[in-house]
Nanobody
Framework: VQLQASGGGLVQAGASLRLSCAGSGRTLSTDSVAWFRQAPGKEREFVAGVRWRGGNTYYADSVKGRFTISRDNAENTVYLQMSSLKPEDTAVYYC????????????????????WGQGTLVTVSS
């Protein structure tokens, strides 16, 4: 296991959660890392990503302004801070990593990533 996702849970609409993606035997500071999610009956979709060099962050339109992706290299962890959660944010959230820099046009494509965490369930009640 190289990525361990955690932090999911059951919350009410409007609440906040912070997901963690910890590298296990893998140094995330030299990876491009993203969060994806998969809701029941739907395909997995891009949520947020951070590139290795430069640390620029990118978000799906549906979460922009509410979610923040960040790194803590000392902790070898990438976080997804989620605020103002909505019932439509309910999904299994996965972190994914790719060694080195990722081409911007590939950032939102799950096939671009080589390593995946096991997923953590976020349920938002109305």
């Amino acid at each position: 296991v190289q990525l361990q996702a955690s932090g999911g849970g059951l919350v009410q609409a409007g609440a906040s959660l912070r997901l963690s993606c910890a590298g296990s035997g893998r140094t995330l500071s030299t990876d491009s890392v993203a969060w994806f999610r998969q809701a029941p009956g739907k395909e997995r979709e891009f949520v947020a990503g951070v590139r290795w060099r430069g640390g620029n962050t990118y978000y799906a339109d549906s979460v922009k302004g509410r979610f923040t992706i960040s790194r803590d290299n000392a902790e070898n962890t990438v976080y997804l801070q989620m605020s103002s959660l909505k019932p439509e944010d309910t999904a299994v959230y996965y972190c994914a990593a790719k060694s080195g820099q990722i081409i911007l046009s590939s950032l939102r494509n799950e096939l671009s990533y080589d390593y995946w965490g096991q997923g953590t369930l976020v349920t938002v009640s109305s």
